[in-house]
């Protein structure tokens, strides 16, 4: 009980809160905020990404559990996916173990960063996908997508061993892959079905890394009492926050992080920092306006299902 006292429990239990209220304002960001924040907090690579795997595992496990009581996901695809990635997903930590050996430590941060960059780029696109849609006149179609199972099993494969290794991934590449695959999919079940791939998929990642390299249980506790009621109070707050402003700041963010984890330098990684902070608006303006839609505006999500919905979200 004492560990669970010390300023450094204290410290990644303020951290997953705040991380926690991302999630739930956005669905995303996830792994990809919380494991660097946690080396940054001194914890080792190779525990922060076990430990995080862990909290992940509980709490994508509840997400999915309203998600699956409402119908949302896509079952038969959600199902491609699991086969796909979760035998990968599963030898994540063995891999990380046999290809790093003595340096396994270096060699995460470095598979971080770049899962970090990456990450940040299927941000971007995935705003864009989006506005696309939105242009498009945003209508669901009727019936559920034909599945294609050969790029379905290898989205998941991909997906499994990034997460495998690194804990990012399962939140923003397969969720933009499955916009590529399906972009006639509607976004509740976009996000059900992510759901519902992402439990057995971590989980598999989860015990590939307590496998290797155990818990502790010091940081994986305040991980998930943190995290879970911060995840709770963002998606109350979701519909008072613009999501285009999050989201464009956490590509920023994930950007620098990755950038960082690398091994750029902070002069460099200021520069192009405030590159981004005041550049980045004014590019995602133009491309807006590319589109027929007002320079600055708050981004529609996905589909409309009715013309309500439409409504509401024009009120906005």
């Given amino acids: 009980m004492a560990d669970l006292l010390t300023t450094s429990a204290l410290a990644v239990l303020a951290v997953s809160f705040g991380v926690g209220i991302v999630v739930g304002l956005t669905g995303m960001g996830g792994g990809a905020l919380m494991t660097p924040a946690l080396i940054f907090l001194g914890i080792p690579p190779s525990a922060a990404v076990a430990n995080d795997l862990v909290a992940a595992a509980v709490n994508k496990t509840v997400g999915a559990s309203v998600h699956w009581r409402t119908g949302s996901p896509n079952i038969k695809l959600a199902t491609y996916l699991i086969v796909g990635s979760v035998p990968f997903a599963l030898a994540g930590g063995f891999i990380v173990q046999e290809i790093g050996g003595e340096d396994a430590e270096d060699f995460l941060v470095t598979a971080i ?21 939105v242009t ?6 009727a019936g559920e997508p034909a599945i294609r199972p050969i790029p379905t ?11 495998g290794i690194t804990s990012v991934g399962s939140g923003s590449l397969i969720m933009v892959a499955l916009l590529l695959l399906y972009p006639t999919l ?29 818990v502790d249980w010091a940081v994986l506790i305040p991980l ?18 613009s999501q285009s402003v999050i989201r464009r700041g956490i ?9 960082k984890m690398l091994g ?12 981004l902070l005041l550049l980045g608006p004014l590019a ?9 839609l007002p320079a600055f505006d708050n981004n529609a999500a996905a589909w409309y299902h009715d013309r309500q919905d439409q409504k509401q979200t024009q009120d906005q």
């Fill in 264 to 275: 750029v330098s902070p002069e460099v990684v200021g520069i192009i920092g405030a590159g």
């Fill in 113 to 133: 960063g770049i899962a970090l960059l990456f990450a940040a780029a299927s941000y971007a696109l995935r705003m864009y996908l989006q506005l696309r849609l």
């Fill in 224 to 241: 998930i009492i943190g995290g879970t009621p911060g995840t709770f109070l963002g998606a109350r707050m979701a519909s008072w926050v």
């Fill in 251 to 259: 590509v920023i963010v994930l950007s620098l992080t990755g950038l």
């Fill in 284 to 292: 995602w303006g133009f491309i807006r306006q590319t589109r027929g």
């Fill in 186 to 214: 509607s976004a509740l079940k976009l996000v059900g079905t992510d759901l519902v791939q992402a439990v057995p998929l971590v989980l598999a990642a989860a015990i590939g890394h307590v496998v290797v390299n155990g």
């Fill in 136 to 141: 498009s006149g945003n209508q669901a179609p």
């Fill in 153 to 163: 099993l290898l989205v998941g494969a991909v997906g499994g061993l990034l997460v």
